[in-house]
């Protein structure tokens, strides 16, 4: 298997499970966030960031412009919770991640498997450079790890999910 038929696979079921969980947020919890701890994104909050985990990261590594998602004014690259912007729908969110998955495949389909294997980049957040399909690969991991924490956060609301709706079979 290529390594961008691996990344190209993950992203299709990552996104597909993604999808199916957003659908489940009602919109009177898009403010919601867990009562205990802090730091913790809003529902709203976490659905605006979700669509900006994996497709606009994978175009920032592979042409180096990063440029900043709606919402964020490149100030801090880790802001706090309450400097996050929110979804005003759970239509807007399904709509962003969409527009997000596209942008994935499509910047993936422009990279050589040779570059895939072969470039080092280095991320802007720092850490070494590493083969560009690693940090693709990753912001693969990084969408579906925010797909697990909104899956405990629909937990937490007392939505009925489990491990079926958190790799997409679930209904």
């Known amino acids: 298997m290529k390594y961008s038929d691996l990344i190209k696979s993950e992203i299709e079921a990552t996104y597909a499970a993604t999808e199916g969980l957003i659908k489940l947020v009602d919109k009177g919890s898009l403010n919601w966030k867990p009562a205990t701890g802090k730091n913790w994104m809003t529902v709203g909050q976490l659905l605006k960031h979700i669509p900006t985990a994996c497709g606009f990261c994978i175009r920032g590594f592979v042409t180096g412009e990063w440029g900043m ?15 996050m912007p929110s979804v005003k729908t759970v239509d807007e969110a399904l709509k962003d991640l969409a527009a997000d998955k596209k942008l994935a495949l499509e910047t993936l389909a422009k990279v050589s498997e040779k570059d895939l294997e072969g470039k080092m980049v280095s991320a802007p957040w720092g850490g070494p450079p590493m083969p560009l399909g690693v940090h693709c690969h990753q912001m693969v991991g990084h969408l579906s790890n925010h797909k697990a924490q909104l899956f405990y956060y629909l937990k937490l609301l007392g939505k009925d999910v489990n491990t079926m709706h958190l790799y997409g079979m679930g209904s």
């Open 69 to 83: 998602p709606d919402g964020a004014d490149g100030g801090d690259m880790l802001p706090s919770a309450e400097k």
